[in-house]
Protein backbone atom coordinates (compact mmCIF):
# COMPACT_ATOMS: atom_id res chain seq x y z
CA UNK A 1 0.00 0.00 0.00
CA UNK A 2 1.29 3.76 -0.52
CA UNK A 3 2.05 5.71 2.25
CA UNK A 4 -0.15 8.43 0.95
CA UNK A 5 -3.79 7.09 1.36
CA UNK A 6 -7.07 7.79 2.55
CA UNK A 7 -8.13 5.44 4.96
CA UNK A 8 -11.14 6.67 6.77
CA UNK A 9 -10.89 6.18 10.22
CA UNK A 10 -14.57 5.86 10.94
CA UNK A 11 -14.91 2.77 8.92
CA UNK A 12 -11.37 1.66 8.48
CA UNK A 13 -11.77 1.52 5.26
CA UNK A 14 -8.91 2.56 2.48
CA UNK A 15 -10.48 4.77 0.27
CA UNK A 16 -8.26 6.06 -2.11
CA UNK A 17 -4.56 5.73 -3.08
CA UNK A 18 -1.71 8.12 -4.06
CA UNK A 19 1.56 7.26 -5.79
CA UNK A 20 4.87 8.51 -3.99
CA UNK A 21 6.79 11.23 -6.02
CA UNK A 22 9.60 9.75 -7.85
CA UNK A 23 13.00 11.51 -7.31
CA UNK A 24 12.89 13.26 -10.82
CA UNK A 25 9.32 14.25 -9.68
CA UNK A 26 11.01 15.47 -6.32
CA UNK A 27 13.99 17.44 -8.52
CA UNK A 28 11.16 19.45 -10.80
CA UNK A 29 9.36 20.08 -8.23
CA UNK A 30 12.23 22.18 -6.03
CA UNK A 31 13.13 23.50 -9.76
CA UNK A 32 9.90 24.84 -10.95
CA UNK A 33 9.50 26.71 -6.97
CA UNK A 34 13.00 27.77 -7.36
CA UNK A 35 12.10 29.39 -10.70
CA UNK A 36 8.99 30.93 -9.58
CA UNK A 37 10.45 32.73 -6.82
CA UNK A 38 12.43 34.64 -9.02
CA UNK A 39 9.47 36.16 -10.70
CA UNK A 40 7.53 36.22 -7.18
CA UNK A 41 9.97 37.89 -5.34
CA UNK A 42 9.59 40.94 -7.83
CA UNK A 43 5.51 40.69 -7.87
CA UNK A 44 3.89 43.72 -6.60
CA UNK A 45 2.36 43.43 -3.23
CA UNK A 46 -1.00 44.16 -4.99
CA UNK A 47 -0.21 41.29 -6.88
CA UNK A 48 0.07 39.07 -3.95
CA UNK A 49 -3.00 40.75 -2.11
CA UNK A 50 -4.70 39.63 -5.20
CA UNK A 51 -3.96 35.72 -4.98
CA UNK A 52 -4.38 35.49 -1.30
CA UNK A 53 -7.92 37.00 -2.02
CA UNK A 54 -8.72 35.10 -4.88
CA UNK A 55 -7.80 32.00 -2.42
CA UNK A 56 -10.02 32.96 0.41
CA UNK A 57 -12.69 33.50 -1.97
CA UNK A 58 -11.99 29.97 -3.36
CA UNK A 59 -12.30 28.36 0.14
CA UNK A 60 -15.06 30.21 0.97
CA UNK A 61 -17.31 28.85 -1.81
CA UNK A 62 -16.02 24.98 -1.73
CA UNK A 63 -16.56 25.00 2.00
CA UNK A 64 -18.78 22.26 1.87
CA UNK A 65 -16.62 20.34 -0.33
CA UNK A 66 -13.33 20.53 1.54
CA UNK A 67 -14.71 19.73 4.42
CA UNK A 68 -15.29 16.84 3.46
CA UNK A 69 -12.54 15.62 2.16
CA UNK A 70 -10.93 15.94 5.66
CA UNK A 71 -14.16 14.39 7.38
CA UNK A 72 -13.00 11.17 5.51
CA UNK A 73 -9.50 11.35 5.88
CA UNK A 74 -8.99 12.01 9.37
CA UNK A 75 -12.36 11.35 11.15
CA UNK A 76 -13.25 15.51 11.78
CA UNK A 77 -16.79 16.38 12.89
CA UNK A 78 -18.14 17.70 9.82
CA UNK A 79 -19.69 21.06 11.30
CA UNK A 80 -15.92 21.19 13.24
CA UNK A 81 -14.44 20.38 9.40
CA UNK A 82 -16.85 23.49 8.01
CA UNK A 83 -15.57 25.71 10.75
CA UNK A 84 -11.84 24.65 10.15
CA UNK A 85 -12.33 26.00 6.89
CA UNK A 86 -13.68 29.76 8.27
CA UNK A 87 -10.59 30.06 10.19
CA UNK A 88 -8.56 29.66 6.77
CA UNK A 89 -10.70 31.86 5.03
CA UNK A 90 -9.45 34.49 7.85
CA UNK A 91 -6.10 33.93 7.53
CA UNK A 92 -5.86 34.53 4.03
CA UNK A 93 -8.27 37.89 4.44
CA UNK A 94 -5.63 39.13 7.45
CA UNK A 95 -2.82 38.68 5.17
CA UNK A 96 -4.11 40.48 2.26
CA UNK A 97 -5.30 43.11 4.13
CA UNK A 98 -2.44 43.91 7.00
CA UNK A 99 0.23 42.04 4.80
CA UNK A 100 1.17 45.20 3.23
CA UNK A 101 1.88 47.07 6.45
CA UNK A 102 4.06 44.21 7.65
CA UNK A 103 6.41 44.81 4.20
CA UNK A 104 7.05 48.50 5.03
CA UNK A 105 10.28 49.58 4.91
CA UNK A 106 11.54 50.52 8.46
CA UNK A 107 13.30 53.64 8.84
CA UNK A 108 16.18 53.67 11.23
CA UNK A 109 17.59 56.85 13.50
CA UNK A 110 21.19 56.81 11.92
CA UNK A 111 23.92 58.50 14.50
CA UNK A 112 26.53 59.23 12.03
CA UNK A 113 24.31 61.05 9.26
CA UNK A 114 22.77 59.65 6.20
CA UNK A 115 19.67 57.28 6.17
CA UNK A 116 19.65 53.56 6.46
CA UNK A 117 16.52 51.67 5.84
CA UNK A 118 15.70 48.04 6.49
CA UNK A 119 13.83 46.30 3.88
CA UNK A 120 11.87 42.86 4.00
CA UNK A 121 12.08 40.37 1.03
CA UNK A 122 11.50 36.67 0.60
CA UNK A 123 14.03 34.32 1.25
CA UNK A 124 13.33 31.80 -1.81
CA UNK A 125 11.79 28.05 -1.63
CA UNK A 126 10.45 27.47 1.67
CA UNK A 127 9.47 23.73 2.74
CA UNK A 128 6.25 23.33 4.99
CA UNK A 129 6.10 19.92 6.87
CA UNK A 130 2.67 19.88 7.67
CA UNK A 131 0.11 17.42 9.99
CA UNK A 132 -3.08 15.53 9.80
CA UNK A 133 -5.05 17.09 12.76
CA UNK A 134 -6.09 20.41 11.21
CA UNK A 135 -5.35 19.61 7.33
CA UNK A 136 -6.24 23.43 5.92
CA UNK A 137 -5.73 25.73 8.66
CA UNK A 138 -2.02 24.43 9.55
CA UNK A 139 -0.69 25.22 5.52
CA UNK A 140 -2.85 28.35 5.89
CA UNK A 141 -0.80 29.81 8.29
CA UNK A 142 2.03 28.85 6.70
CA UNK A 143 1.43 29.66 3.18
CA UNK A 144 0.02 33.06 3.34
CA UNK A 145 2.11 34.95 5.32
CA UNK A 146 5.13 33.54 3.49
CA UNK A 147 3.23 34.18 -0.22
CA UNK A 148 2.94 37.43 1.19
CA UNK A 149 6.86 37.80 2.00
CA UNK A 150 7.60 36.84 -2.11
CA UNK A 151 8.56 33.20 -0.57
CA UNK A 152 7.33 30.14 -2.39
CA UNK A 153 6.62 26.83 -1.40
CA UNK A 154 7.09 22.92 -1.63
CA UNK A 155 4.09 21.11 0.77
CA UNK A 156 4.76 18.02 1.86
CA UNK A 157 1.46 17.01 4.24
CA UNK A 158 0.94 14.16 6.32
CA UNK A 159 0.45 10.87 4.69
CA UNK A 160 -3.34 10.30 5.41
CA UNK A 161 -4.11 13.69 3.78
CA UNK A 162 -3.25 13.32 0.12
CA UNK A 163 -6.92 14.61 -0.92
CA UNK A 164 -6.88 17.69 1.17
CA UNK A 165 -3.34 18.54 0.02
CA UNK A 166 -3.85 17.76 -3.85
CA UNK A 167 -6.89 20.21 -3.09
CA UNK A 168 -5.03 23.12 -1.42
CA UNK A 169 -2.89 22.89 -4.76
CA UNK A 170 -5.92 23.20 -6.65
CA UNK A 171 -7.12 25.83 -4.86
CA UNK A 172 -3.89 27.93 -5.41
CA UNK A 173 -4.18 27.02 -9.60
CA UNK A 174 -7.40 27.99 -9.50
CA UNK A 175 -6.65 31.34 -7.84
CA UNK A 176 -4.30 32.15 -10.58
CA UNK A 177 -0.92 31.50 -8.22
CA UNK A 178 2.34 31.35 -10.68
CA UNK A 179 3.44 27.96 -11.64
CA UNK A 180 5.65 26.59 -9.27
CA UNK A 181 4.33 28.81 -6.33
CA UNK A 182 3.12 26.48 -4.62
CA UNK A 183 4.24 23.17 -5.01
CA UNK A 184 2.38 20.09 -3.54
CA UNK A 185 4.74 16.93 -2.70
CA UNK A 186 3.99 13.69 -1.91
CA UNK A 187 7.81 12.61 -0.39
CA UNK A 188 9.24 10.27 1.91
CA UNK A 189 11.15 10.59 4.97
CA UNK A 190 14.12 10.05 3.32
CA UNK A 191 13.32 12.18 0.15
CA UNK A 192 12.82 15.34 2.48
CA UNK A 193 15.83 14.69 4.47
CA UNK A 194 17.74 15.41 1.12
CA UNK A 195 15.33 18.11 0.02
CA UNK A 196 16.43 20.03 3.38
CA UNK A 197 20.00 19.60 2.11
CA UNK A 198 19.00 21.35 -1.25
CA UNK A 199 20.58 24.75 -1.56
CA UNK A 200 17.73 26.09 -3.37
CA UNK A 201 15.32 25.33 -0.07
CA UNK A 202 16.10 28.34 2.25
CA UNK A 203 13.63 27.44 5.68
CA UNK A 204 11.85 24.48 6.78
CA UNK A 205 8.35 25.05 9.04
CA UNK A 206 7.11 21.74 10.69
CA UNK A 207 3.98 21.41 12.66
CA UNK A 208 4.06 17.90 14.24
CA UNK A 209 5.90 15.42 17.01
CA UNK A 210 8.85 16.26 19.39
CA UNK A 211 10.52 13.44 16.75
CA UNK A 212 9.29 14.93 13.72
CA UNK A 213 10.58 18.13 14.97
CA UNK A 214 13.89 16.89 16.24
CA UNK A 215 15.04 15.06 12.81
CA UNK A 216 13.99 17.85 10.58
CA UNK A 217 15.86 20.50 12.86
CA UNK A 218 18.58 18.02 12.92
CA UNK A 219 19.01 17.85 8.77
CA UNK A 220 18.36 21.56 8.80
CA UNK A 221 20.85 22.55 11.58
CA UNK A 222 23.75 20.29 9.23
CA UNK A 223 23.24 22.69 6.46
CA UNK A 224 22.22 25.61 8.18
CA UNK A 225 18.77 26.10 7.41
CA UNK A 226 16.35 28.20 9.49
CA UNK A 227 13.42 25.94 10.68
CA UNK A 228 10.08 27.10 12.51
CA UNK A 229 8.59 24.10 15.19
CA UNK A 230 5.59 23.70 16.54
CA UNK A 231 5.30 20.73 18.68
CA UNK A 232 3.62 19.20 21.06
CA UNK A 233 1.27 20.59 24.03
CA UNK A 234 0.39 19.48 27.30
CA UNK A 235 -1.91 22.92 28.38
CA UNK A 236 -2.71 23.72 31.77
CA UNK A 237 -5.90 24.84 31.99
CA UNK A 238 -6.07 26.57 35.71
CA UNK A 239 -8.84 27.16 37.88
CA UNK A 240 -8.04 29.37 40.48
CA UNK A 241 -12.15 30.74 41.29
CA UNK A 242 -14.92 31.55 39.14
CA UNK A 243 -18.36 33.16 39.79
CA UNK A 244 -20.01 30.20 37.29
CA UNK A 245 -19.18 27.25 38.10
CA UNK A 246 -21.02 25.75 34.91
CA UNK A 247 -19.55 28.44 32.52
CA UNK A 248 -16.58 27.40 33.22
CA UNK A 249 -17.18 23.45 32.67
CA UNK A 250 -18.25 24.68 29.41
CA UNK A 251 -15.76 25.79 28.32
CA UNK A 252 -13.34 23.11 29.93
CA UNK A 253 -15.40 20.99 27.86
CA UNK A 254 -14.90 23.09 24.52
CA UNK A 255 -11.10 23.06 24.94
CA UNK A 256 -10.79 19.64 26.07
CA UNK A 257 -12.42 18.06 23.31
CA UNK A 258 -12.84 19.90 20.34
CA UNK A 259 -10.93 18.55 17.29
CA UNK A 260 -11.53 15.39 19.37
CA UNK A 261 -8.45 16.47 21.82
CA UNK A 262 -6.82 15.87 18.57
CA UNK A 263 -4.80 19.72 18.94
CA UNK A 264 -1.37 20.73 20.47
CA UNK A 265 -3.12 23.61 22.20
CA UNK A 266 -5.70 21.70 23.57
CA UNK A 267 -6.55 21.79 27.28
CA UNK A 268 -5.05 18.82 28.64
CA UNK A 269 -3.71 18.95 32.42
CA UNK A 270 -7.05 20.79 34.67
CA UNK A 271 -5.35 22.45 37.82
CA UNK A 272 -8.38 23.21 39.91
CA UNK A 273 -8.07 24.88 43.44
CA UNK A 274 -8.85 22.65 45.98
CA UNK A 275 -12.37 24.53 47.15
CA UNK A 276 -13.62 24.01 43.72
CA UNK A 277 -12.08 20.73 42.93
CA UNK A 278 -14.81 18.75 43.61
CA UNK A 279 -17.60 20.31 42.14
CA UNK A 280 -15.63 20.64 39.04
CA UNK A 281 -14.94 17.09 38.54
CA UNK A 282 -18.64 16.03 39.00
CA UNK A 283 -19.62 18.36 36.53
CA UNK A 284 -17.06 17.97 34.11
CA UNK A 285 -17.28 14.33 34.45
CA UNK A 286 -20.85 14.44 34.11
CA UNK A 287 -20.62 16.66 30.90
CA UNK A 288 -17.57 14.09 29.36
CA UNK A 289 -20.15 10.93 30.38
CA UNK A 290 -22.95 12.64 28.26
CA UNK A 291 -20.73 13.23 25.08
CA UNK A 292 -20.75 10.01 22.57
CA UNK A 293 -18.50 9.18 19.83
CA UNK A 294 -20.61 9.20 16.55
CA UNK A 295 -20.53 8.98 12.68
CA UNK A 296 -18.73 12.47 11.59
CA UNK A 297 -20.48 12.87 9.22
CA UNK A 298 -23.77 13.85 10.96
CA UNK A 299 -24.44 17.39 11.54
CA UNK A 300 -24.39 16.33 15.38
CA UNK A 301 -21.64 14.76 16.45
CA UNK A 302 -19.47 16.55 18.47
CA UNK A 303 -16.82 14.10 18.75
CA UNK A 304 -15.84 11.20 15.69
CA UNK A 305 -13.25 8.73 15.55
CA UNK A 306 -9.61 9.54 16.88
CA UNK A 307 -7.31 9.92 13.03
CA UNK A 308 -6.98 6.93 13.01
CA UNK A 309 -7.01 2.97 15.40
CA UNK A 310 -3.40 3.20 15.47
CA UNK A 311 -3.81 6.78 17.20
CA UNK A 312 -6.20 5.29 19.14
CA UNK A 313 -4.58 2.27 20.03
CA UNK A 314 -1.69 4.56 21.23
CA UNK A 315 -3.83 6.23 23.40
CA UNK A 316 -5.20 3.41 25.19
CA UNK A 317 -2.02 1.94 25.86
CA UNK A 318 -1.31 5.35 27.59
CA UNK A 319 -4.25 5.63 29.56
CA UNK A 320 -4.06 1.56 30.41
CA UNK A 321 -0.25 2.25 31.82
CA UNK A 322 -1.45 5.39 33.45
CA UNK A 323 -4.10 3.09 35.58
CA UNK A 324 -1.90 -0.09 36.07
CA UNK A 325 0.30 2.75 38.36
CA UNK A 326 -2.25 3.78 40.01
CA UNK A 327 -4.43 6.88 38.43
CA UNK A 328 -8.32 6.70 38.91
CA UNK A 329 -10.39 6.86 35.16
CA UNK A 330 -13.69 8.19 36.48
CA UNK A 331 -15.55 7.96 33.08
CA UNK A 332 -14.06 6.15 30.13
CA UNK A 333 -10.54 4.83 30.19
CA UNK A 334 -10.47 2.86 26.83
CA UNK A 335 -11.75 2.21 23.28
CA UNK A 336 -14.99 1.94 22.20
CA UNK A 337 -14.13 -1.25 20.95
CA UNK A 338 -11.32 -3.01 19.57
CA UNK A 339 -11.35 -2.81 16.23
CA UNK A 340 -12.20 0.65 16.02
CA UNK A 341 -10.56 4.04 16.25
CA UNK A 342 -13.66 5.80 18.45
CA UNK A 343 -12.49 6.71 21.92
CA UNK A 344 -14.50 6.95 25.15
CA UNK A 345 -14.77 10.28 26.62
CA UNK A 346 -11.97 9.67 29.23
CA UNK A 347 -11.34 11.75 33.19
CA UNK A 348 -8.06 10.96 34.65
CA UNK A 349 -7.28 11.67 38.46
CA UNK A 350 -4.96 10.63 40.95
CA UNK A 351 -2.00 11.17 38.04
CA UNK A 352 1.25 11.85 40.16
CA UNK A 353 4.77 12.64 38.82
CA UNK A 354 6.41 9.46 39.34
CA UNK A 355 3.80 8.02 36.26
CA UNK A 356 5.14 8.59 32.92
CA UNK A 357 1.62 9.48 31.62
CA UNK A 358 2.29 12.96 33.74
CA UNK A 359 5.09 14.25 31.96
CA UNK A 360 3.31 12.97 28.11
CA UNK A 361 0.83 14.46 25.93
CA UNK A 362 -2.74 12.52 25.84
CA UNK A 363 -3.46 13.38 22.28
CA UNK A 364 -7.31 12.34 22.15
CA UNK A 365 -10.40 12.88 24.90
CA UNK A 366 -8.47 11.64 27.53
CA UNK A 367 -8.23 15.07 30.87
CA UNK A 368 -6.33 15.20 33.79
CA UNK A 369 -7.52 16.47 36.72
CA UNK A 370 -4.92 17.69 39.51
CA UNK A 371 -5.91 19.47 42.90
CA UNK A 372 -3.90 22.29 43.91
CA UNK A 373 -4.10 24.50 47.33
CA UNK A 374 -2.44 27.72 46.56
CA UNK A 375 -1.64 29.79 43.32
CA UNK A 376 1.78 28.95 44.19
CA UNK A 377 1.19 25.36 43.71
CA UNK A 378 -0.90 25.79 40.57
CA UNK A 379 1.96 27.56 38.90
CA UNK A 380 4.72 24.60 39.88
CA UNK A 381 2.40 22.20 38.27
CA UNK A 382 1.61 24.24 35.66
CA UNK A 383 5.14 24.37 34.52
CA UNK A 384 5.89 21.08 35.19
CA UNK A 385 5.88 19.91 32.32
CA UNK A 386 8.72 19.10 28.97
CA UNK A 387 6.34 21.11 26.68
CA UNK A 388 5.01 24.86 26.89
CA UNK A 389 2.91 25.88 23.82
CA UNK A 390 -0.57 26.98 25.57
CA UNK A 391 -2.39 27.86 28.81
CA UNK A 392 -5.26 28.93 30.36
CA UNK A 393 -6.30 30.97 33.28
CA UNK A 394 -9.75 31.10 34.75
CA UNK A 395 -9.89 33.78 37.65
CA UNK A 396 -12.11 36.81 38.75
CA UNK A 397 -10.16 39.58 40.09
CA UNK A 398 -8.21 40.50 36.63
CA UNK A 399 -4.92 41.01 38.57
CA UNK A 400 -4.96 37.55 40.01
CA UNK A 401 -4.72 36.55 36.65
CA UNK A 402 -1.80 38.95 35.24
CA UNK A 403 -0.53 37.69 38.03
CA UNK A 404 -0.17 33.94 37.38
CA UNK A 405 -0.12 34.35 33.62
CA UNK A 406 3.65 36.23 34.03
CA UNK A 407 4.75 32.93 36.05
CA UNK A 408 3.64 31.15 33.65
CA UNK A 409 6.27 29.27 30.95
CA UNK A 410 4.61 28.91 28.11
CA UNK A 411 4.29 30.49 24.52
CA UNK A 412 0.74 31.91 24.70
CA UNK A 413 -2.14 32.40 27.81
CA UNK A 414 -5.39 32.93 27.42
CA UNK A 415 -7.37 34.25 30.29
CA UNK A 416 -11.07 33.44 30.80
CA UNK A 417 -10.85 31.44 27.57
CA UNK A 418 -10.13 27.96 26.43
CA UNK A 419 -6.53 28.29 24.50
CA UNK A 420 -7.59 29.19 20.70
CA UNK A 421 -6.40 30.83 17.37
CA UNK A 422 -7.08 34.21 15.32
CA UNK A 423 -4.91 35.29 12.28
CA UNK A 424 -4.26 38.29 14.12
CA UNK A 425 -2.60 36.38 17.28
CA UNK A 426 0.55 35.13 17.47
CA UNK A 427 1.10 31.19 17.86
CA UNK A 428 3.59 29.02 18.89
CA UNK A 429 5.99 27.46 22.38
CA UNK A 430 8.89 27.03 24.17
CA UNK A 431 10.65 24.67 25.63
CA UNK A 432 10.31 21.39 23.63
CA UNK A 433 7.20 22.82 22.36
CA UNK A 434 9.02 24.34 19.51
CA UNK A 435 10.57 27.44 18.22
CA UNK A 436 9.37 30.63 16.06
CA UNK A 437 5.92 32.11 15.74
CA UNK A 438 3.03 32.21 13.30
CA UNK A 439 0.33 34.15 12.55
CA UNK A 440 -0.13 37.48 13.06
CA UNK A 441 2.52 39.97 12.17
CA UNK A 442 5.40 37.43 13.68
CA UNK A 443 4.18 35.00 11.12
CA UNK A 444 5.53 37.49 8.19
CA UNK A 445 8.66 38.18 10.06
CA UNK A 446 10.00 34.62 10.36
CA UNK A 447 11.01 33.78 6.85
CA UNK A 448 12.22 37.41 5.36
CA UNK A 449 15.65 38.46 4.49
CA UNK A 450 15.68 41.86 6.77
CA UNK A 451 18.10 43.76 4.20
CA UNK A 452 19.78 46.67 5.26
CA UNK A 453 20.22 49.93 3.27
CA UNK A 454 22.32 52.45 4.44
CA UNK A 455 23.26 55.27 2.14
CA UNK A 456 25.96 58.03 3.39
Given at each position: ?????VT???????????E????????D??T???????????????????????????????????????T??M?K????A?G???I?????R?????????L?????????????????????????????????????????????????????H??????????????????G???????????????????????????????G??????????????N???V??????????????????????K??????????????N????????E?????????????L???????????????????????????????????????????????V????????????????P??????????????????????E????????????????I??????????????????M?????P??????L???????????R???????????????????
Amino acid sequence: MSIYAVTNPATGQVEKEFETITDAGLQDAATAAHAAFGSWRTSSVDDRVALLGRVADLYEERKDELASIITREMGKPVLQARGEIDIVVSIYRYYAQNGPKYLEDEQLDVVAGGTAVVRKEGLGVLLGIMPWNFPYYQVARFAAPNLMNGNTILLKHAPQCPESALAMEQVFRDAGAPEGAYVNIFATNEQIAELIADPRIQGVSLTGSERAGSAVAEVAGRNLKKVVLELGGSDPFILLDTANLDKTVKRAVNGRMGNGGQACNAAKRFVVMEDLYDDFVEKFTASLSAITPADPTDEKTFLGPLSSQAAADNLEKQVKSAIDEGATALVGGAKVSADAAFFQPTVLTGVTPDMDVFHQELFGPVAMIFKVASEEEAVALANDTPFGLGSSIFAEDPQRAQRVAHQIDAGMVYVNEPSGTAAELPFGGVKRSGVGRELGKYGMDEFVNRKLIRTR
